[in-house]
């Protein structure tokens, strides 16, 4: 059984930088796409970035771009999200998805077209 299991989230202040970790088991993902969601209270899902499992072809929000950071580490099964410089819109339950595929027909910053999710993890950026 596929599992993804997101980590790292904490209260920070603005300005601060954090990392965010998603560990895969059950799997090991050398294809597909991995992606990072974010949820605010009364807000809808929202993108945040998406990258290849097998490295490259990263692409994030507008609202993230220059901030934030998707990389992965393949000896681990592990995607992680630095994100700098946060903003205390940036507070969310951060998610990350995994999609079997990396399709160039396939629109990643949907969420339905991912195949597995994690539970969150909660980001709180507050002075």
């Known amino acids: 059984q596929v599992r993804l299991a997101e980590s790292g989230g904490r209260l920070v202040q603005p300005g601060d930088s954090l990392r965010l970790s998603c560990a895969a088991s059950?799997?090991?993902?050398?294809?597909?796409?991995a992606g990072w969601f974010r949820q605010a209270p009364g807000k809808e899902n929202e993108f945040v970035a998406r990258?290849?499992?097998?490295?490259?072809?990263?692409y994030y929000a507008n609202s993230v771009k220059g901030r934030f950071t998707i990389s992965r580490d393949d000896t681990s099964n592990t995607v992680y999200l630095q994100m700098n410089n946060l903003k205390p819109e940036d507070t969310a339950v951060y998610y990350c998805?995994?999609?079997?595929?990396?399709?160039?027909?396939?629109?990643?910053?949907?969420?339905?077209?991912?195949?597995?999710w994690g539970q969150g993890t909660q980001v709180t950026v507050s002075s």
């Open positions: 990258m290849r499992w097998s490295g490259g072809n990263k």
């Open positions: 059950g799997r090991t993902f050398t294809s597909g796409t």
């Open positions: 998805g995994s999609a079997l595929s990396s399709s160039l027909l396939t629109d990643y910053t949907r969420r339905g077209n991912y195949d597995y």
